[in-house]
């Protein structure tokens, strides 16, 4: 038994110290400007539709549970899918790691608004202080909820990340508290 115990604490610290060199190796393709982009034509309802519905089982297993809203109207972007999912993932991460809420739930929302397709992407957790939502996007930034747990601390690479990605689509991430953190991602409208 205390060898299992042993081997499965071995197991998730190398799986951490895997997702930790994963990150600085994209933050170091990041600053020499080799991250790959490999944009393609796509509706971004259609796109937040699949990525809730195959992490679905997984955010359950955490406690949590994705809501999709928006409204039905084509929303065409062009976009790197992969990257875009690796968007969602680390605030999908972020929101299991840091919004102190049980049951957590992840509200995405699509719509247009003007030239712009947006995806608002709302937890129901405690949010962050004001002070530090300036800071959230800065590179190994990391605020005093993350100090706190330390036992699931972050790279503060992140949200750093989904800044760079989206910034790269020709896009933006806003950030802000109402009844929870609120990610607001704008990708410019790819119309015929």
């Known amino acids: 038994a205390k060898q299992a115990q042993y081997l499965d604490i071995a197991y998730r610290k190398a799986c951490d110290m895997e997702v930790l060199l994963q990150r ?20 971004l309802g259609d796109f ?12 359950e297993r955490q406690g949590g549970r994705f809501v999709l809203r928006g409204a039905p109207a084509p929303h065409p972007v062009r976009m790197d899918p992969g990257q875009m999912a ?9 929101a299991v790691r840091y919004a102190g809420v049980r049951p957590l739930v992840l509200t995405l929302t699509v719509w247009r608004d003007r030239d712009m397709e ?20 800065e590179q190994f930034w990391r605020g005093d909820l993350a ?8 790279s503060g690479l992140g949200l750093y990340l989904v800044k760079y ?8 991430v ?8 609120v990610f607001e991602l704008a990708l410019p409208c790819e119309e015929d």
């Open 24 to 43: 600085l190796f994209d933050f170091s393709r990041l600053e020499t400007g080799g991250m790959p982009f490999f944009p393609e034509r796509a509706d």
């Open 48 to 59: 937040a539709r699949r990525f809730a519905r195959e992490n679905e089982a997984e955010l």
């Open 86 to 94: 690796r968007v969602l993932n680390n605030l999908t991460d972020n």
């Open 118 to 137: 947006k995806l608002r992407f709302a937890d129901n957790g405690r949010g962050v202080p004001d002070g530090e939502l300036p800071h959230l996007f």
């Open 147 to 154: 100090r706190r747990d330390g036992a699931r601390e972050g």
């Open 165 to 172: 990605i989206l910034e790269a689509h020709g896009g933006s």
């Open 174 to 181: 806003t950030a802000r508290v109402d009844g929870g953190l």
